[in-house]
């Protein structure tokens, strides 16, 4: 979709050339679930009207859009001979394991059929606290609970830069991205004209797939034949990427990504705990969070949401509270025999249990923690379009 003096537009030749990268992915045995938004955008041309700001209005433009898209994709698609299947899913979707269990059924099932699942967000009907707010953010959460082997996001630039490359040309390109788990994201750039992700929401993206251990793949949508090459690039110190992208490297993890873990990264965050050094080199040790270790709380939520556990400033993982914040905010730096005087009744001891945690960085960042200092590996630094992070967590050797 773009936009220019004439109105908004279809790039229906580019729509083409992804379509058949999809059917060769096909032909050699990927299983492809296609990620695309656009429902707004085909109500506008539908319609004949700019891009709404109010919700009400964008979600009746969406319900008027969203069957102008699947017939483009029907048609397309049918060209080749390939079924495709539409869900609309909202973040409620993913927060209750119940209907994920179901449309996870569905999409494999789709799959097994041979049917290409097209995921978008159900923007006709999802008020503000069951949005995802970009598609980038259901493209990973939806590869990461499918254990996907790889996830692959579509922009209008050809890299990550180290500065926004249309206003500054002193930007370099980024092509492999080691740690993307260390990346601090900044969000000052805005999403497209008729889209809402920008390149910050991308790397995010990018960053909950790879701690996941899913690699990404970050292209330009004008070249979507580069993909193909990608999907085989091994990333070793002197390689090369075999076309111009950026390749967020997976983390080597050594935690057990199970479902419960797998869960808690699609669940919105409600509250935010800062730990002290002892507490977040217990992490790495794979073991649980106590409220001695927690230095200050943040947000309010309840028993059992999900909270992000940060380290000098910078997120390190994502946990589910065995307290409310209420609850929590009085017994941080007290050990568990202090508990029941504090609160007036027994508890448990955890402020999140081992099992309900998710590392979001490296367990060797985290046993790497001196005593007394900040999280010494993710520093702000090195500034770059979209994020920031210390120079050695780029590479820019490995260009095409």
């Not at 040309?169 to 788990?181: G, I, N, Q």
């Amino acid at each position: 979709m773009t936009s220019d003096d004439h109105g908004q537009r279809l790039r229906l030749a580019l729509v083409s050339q992804l379509v058949e990268v999809i059917d060769e992915l096909r032909k050699k045995d990927y299983q492809v679930v296609f990620v695309s938004s656009g429902a707004v955008g085909m109500g506008c041309i539908k319609l004949g009207i700019p891009k709404p700001t109010d919700l009400r209005t964008k979600q009746a433009v969406a319900a008027a859009g969203q069957s102008q898209l699947m017939r483009v994709y029907e048609d397309l698609f049918g060209t080749i001979r390939v079924k495709v299947a539409q869900l609309l899913l909202s973040q409620s979707d993913f927060a209750q394991k119940e209907h994920w269990s179901n449309v996870k059924g569905t999409i494999m099932e789709c799959l097994r059929l041979g049917v290409v699942p097209i995921i978008n967000e159900n923007d006709s009907t999802n008020t503000a606290e069951l949005r995802f707010g970009d598609n980038d953010n259901l493209a990973a959460l939806t590869a990461v609970q499918l254990e996907a082997d790889a996830l692959c996001l579509l922009t209008d630039v050809s890299c990550v830069y180290t500065a926004n490359p249309r206003t500054n040309p002193d930007a370099k390109p980024l092509y492999v991205v080691p740690e993307p788990w260390a990346l601090s994201v900044e969000t000052k750039d805005a999403g497209s004209g008729l889209g809402t992700g920008g390149m910050s929401t991308k790397i995010l993206a990018a960053r909950t797939a790879c701690v996941s251990g899913i690699p990404c793949v970050l292209l330009n949508s004008s070249f979507p034949r580069r993909l193909l090459p990608l999907l085989d690039f091994v990333p070793e110190p002197e390689a090369s990427l075999p076309e111009e992208a950026t390749y967020f490297m997976a983390m080597d993890t050594a935690q057990t990504v199970h479902d419960t873990r797998r869960w808690i990264l699609s669940l919105p965050v409600s509250g935010e705990l800062s730990l002290d050094d002892g507490a977040a080199k217990a992490l790495g040790a794979k073991k649980s969070l106590l409220p001695v270790g927690v230095q200050k709380v943040q947000g309010q939520f309840l028993r059992n949401e999900a909270v992000r556990i940060c380290h000098g400033g910078h997120e390190i993982a994502r946990g589910i509270v065995n307290f409310p914040s209420e609850e929590l905010s009085k017994i941080i730096g007290r050990t568990s025999n202090e508990f029941e005087d504090i609160l007036g009744f027994s508890s448990c001891i955890e402020a999140c249990h081992r099992g309900n945690i998710i590392l979001t960085t490296s367990v060797e960042t985290l046993l790497a923690i001196e005593s007394a200092s900040p999280l010494r590996s993710v520093p702000s630094g090195q500034n770059c379009y979209g994020a920031v992070s210390r120079e050695s967590s780029f590479s820019e050797r490995h260009g095409p």
